[in-house]
């Protein structure tokens, strides 16, 4: 049956509305007294109307999208009229409900602020413990101090997951403890000093380490705010990610972030381990320097009492130059890229770790690094906690073995080619393109092992960089490929022939004048020799499956970002 026609006024024939009047429209209002109520932000129900604004002198409704609004008949008047009675009764209801909830929690509060919480002398006195400590201490009583993590209240009992660097601790208040009011209005983020006995949890339930405290007495050191500012509404997972960076400080203590910097600890740890092994000894080049490495596109330069000077790129021709005197070196130092594009890769500033190896050629760099590698991942999965952080981060994670699969540049090209993955201006790969981000990954994550690709044209590589001796157009070089991130690390021979290195300052269209203490290493007793240097950033976040370098570093440099 059709819908019987809506008989519409027209314009001429409504009164004007009075001053004051409500609007009301079925189709665009809302019902929020926020809403002001006028033809262009009008409320939605007649009854809401009605109960929000019942002194008005008249109240003008829109049924349809395209029609005017028209004065409220009687008979929708009066419904309104009663529909309002129902709002103020629900709304007298909810008033009631919450003056009682106060009520409640206020007596509550009360009842809570006349506990008295106060140790119990006649316990023995508490051993001072980090909380790592806890699973050697079962039994005895202790003292830990930290920050609190998590904060569950229950009736009578409150679960408190208290976190100190070392690890995280549950600790369990019952009785007086949990009901006083420190401990009803504790928050996170607050710091505490608490007191008691670690024992097994019982059968069935989960804490971390398997033990828990059973609390005696606490103290609060740091109250964290609640409230609008209290840590959970500021640092939410879902923000933007400026805000998160902006937050940065607060951010680190969450556990995904807490466990990467543990994880870079010990990669850290692991890189020297091994180094120590292997007798190369660790230098402290300088980070402010008055000569480039990596081409001066990416150069931060300064002032430096007048003179112009750089931000290291590399600590590679230092190294070179520790050669003659302590022989194998390494450094572990930050290295300072501007890079103007906003990559998953580029930070501004890096943990680069870089060795530099005498007496030595190109095969023997390539084994040294594969082998350099491998027994850095292994002692960082050596270590339980570490590894355990490691599998909760990365799952399907898989410690590379030896050896690598080793490709050439221009094999490379060839299997690009043959998989129609393109150049950077979308054509078929030629000799002496650059194998950019995109390729390389591309290429990496389809083959799924680590790669080392050697033998790079001589145009896209560094002006130091030795030629190969059976073809001149390419270098002894070699970038090691993971899956997921793509380079970790760059290498190569170094040229060790003045004459030669003479030459490529000229092609390079370099100055050698401030280079005279590198080119010296060539003059006094020059040897073949090679060296490399790792990303940090990019090796944690190939092992913790990140998708960005930026999370991997403490506080995160790139274009833009410099704070906090
Ligand atoms: O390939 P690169 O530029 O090589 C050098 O600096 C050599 N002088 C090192 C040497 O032989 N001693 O950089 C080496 C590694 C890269 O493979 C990458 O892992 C990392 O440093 N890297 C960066 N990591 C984060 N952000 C950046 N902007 C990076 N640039 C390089």
């Known amino acids: 049956m059709a819908s019987p026609a809506i008989e519409k006024l027209s314009i001429e024939d409504i009164p004007p509305p009075p001053a004051g009047t409500i609007f009301i429209d079925d189709f665009s209002g809302v019902d929020v007294i926020s809403a002001g109520a006028t033809t262009t932000s009008p409320v939605k129900s007649p009854a809401f109307a009605v109960y929000t604004f019942p002194n008005a002198p008249a109240y003008y409704l829109r049924r349809q999208v395209d029609s005017p609004f028209e004065p409220i008949s009687a008979s929708a008047l009066k419904k309104a009229k009663k529909g309002a009675e129902g709002l103020a009764k629900k709304a007298k209801a909810a008033e009631e409900l919450k003056a009682k909830k ?143 960076l902006d937050l940065r400080h607060l951010v680190l203590r969450g556990e995904t972030m807490t466990g990467i910097f543990k994880v870079r600890a010990a990669l850290l740890r692991s890189f020297r381990r091994v180094y120590q092994e292997l007798g190369i000894l660790e230098v402290t080049p300088p980070c402010m320097v008055q000569t480039q490495v990596e081409g001066g596109s990416t150069l931060f330069a300064f002032k430096y009492y007048g003179e112009d000077a750089y931000l290291t790129q590399s600590s590679q021709l230092y190294l070179e130059t520790c050669l003659p005197a302590l022989g194998d070196v390494f450094c572990i130092q930050e290295s300072f890229r501007a890079e103007r594009s906003h990559t998953r890769r580029h930070l501004s500033e890096y943990t680069h770790v870089e060795a530099e190896l005498a007496f030595l050629t190109f095969d023997d760099l390539l084994s040294h690094l594969e082998h350099f590698f491998t027994k850095t991942i292994q002692y960082v999965l050596e270590d339980e906690e570490i ?19 080793r490709m050439t540049y221009e094999s490379a090209l060839e299997w690009l080619n043959e998989h129609g993955v393109p150049n950077e201006e979308g054509e078929t790969f030629k000799f002496g393109d650059d194998i950019a981000e995109a390729a390389e ?124």
């Open 102 to 244: 106060d009520a409640d929690e206020a007596k509550r509060l009360e009842e809570a602020s006349k506990i008295v919480i106060k140790p119990d002398l006649s316990l023995p006195e508490a051993k001072r413990i980090k909380i790592r400590d806890g699973a050697a201490n079962e039994g005895t009583r202790v003292v830990v101090q930290g920050w609190v993590h998590r904060l569950r209240l229950q009736k009578g009992l409150a679960f408190l997951v208290l976190r100190d660097g070392t690890g995280f601790l549950q600790c369990v208040l019952s009785g007086d403890l949990a009901n006083a009011y420190s401990t009803i209005t504790l928050t996170l983020e607050s710091t505490v000093t608490i007191y008691g006995i670690i024992h097994d949890i019982p059968e069935g339930h989960f804490a971390p380490g398997s033990h828990e405290l059973v609390v005696d007495y606490y103290d609060i050191v740091g109250l964290a705010p609640g409230g609008d500012d209290a840590i959970s509404n500021r640092v939410q997972e879902n923000a933007d990610p400026s805000i998160l």
């Open 387 to 405: 590894a355990a952080i490691v599998k909760k981060l990365n799952p399907s994670f898989v410690a590379p073995q030896l050896p690598f699969r």
């Open 441 to 564: 990954r591309k290429m990496t994550d389809e083959i799924n092992e680590p790669i080392l690709l050697t033998r790079f044209p001589v145009e896209i590589k560094s002006f130091y960089m030795q030629k190969c001796a059976d073809d001149p157009r390419v270098t002894e070089s070699v970038d090691i490929l993971m899956p997921n991130v793509g380079e970790i690390a760059g290498g190569s021979m170094r040229i060790y022939d003045l004459d030669e290195l003479m030459k490529a300052y000229k092609r390079e269209n370099m100055d050698p004048t401030p280079y005279y203490w590198f080119n010296d290493q060539r003059v006094y007793g020059t040897c073949p020799h090679g060296g490399y240097g790792l990303g940090t950033e990019r090796i944690l976040a190939w092992l913790c499956d990140r998708f960005t370098v930026r999370d991997c570093s403490l506080y995160p440099r790139f274009t833009g970002r410099c704070k906090p």
